[in-house]
């Protein structure tokens, strides 16, 4: 999905085939693949505004301690430590085929 230098805020994510779209608050969606959608659709995901991005994410209790949880960290099961990448730069495209596991310096790179 080509984006061709329009803010992310402003794109309008479609679920095409395969896919389906995880309602957000802030009027948010996020994309993911079918195959995903039991894990994810058992809970309730929220829009986060992170600097200039934002995440689909939800709170849990782990150890008796609130931990925030990323819906793209999710999706690929990401080990503490690692950075999961959006290849497009689209934070709320969440698709495994858009998601890499890397480690900073490799994420540093997609940045620019």
């Known amino acids: 999905?080509?984006?061709?230098?329009v803010s992310f805020a402003t794109q309008e994510l479609i679920a095409g085939p395969g896919e389906r779209l995880v309602h957000l608050t802030k009027n948010r969606v996020a994309l993911i693949d079918e195959v995903d959608w039991d894990r994810v659709s058992a809970r309730r995901w929220y829009a986060h505004q992170a600097r200039s991005n934002v995440?689909?994410?939800r709170d849990a209790s782990v150890n008796g301690r609130k931990e925030a949880i990323y819906l793209h960290r999710?999706?690929?099961n990401a080990e503490p430590g690692w950075v999961v990448d959006h290849v497009n730069r689209n934070s709320l495209e969440c698709r495994r085929?858009?998601?890499?596991?890397?480690?900073?310096?490799?994420?540093?790179?997609?940045?620019?």
Request: charge should be negative; glycine fraction near 8%.
């Open 1 to 5: 999905m080509p984006f061709d230098g």
């Open 55 to 57: 995440y689909a994410r």
């Open 74 to 76: 999710h999706v690929v």
């Open 97 to 112: 085929s858009n998601l890499r596991i890397c480690g900073f310096d490799a994420n540093a790179q997609n940045a620019e």
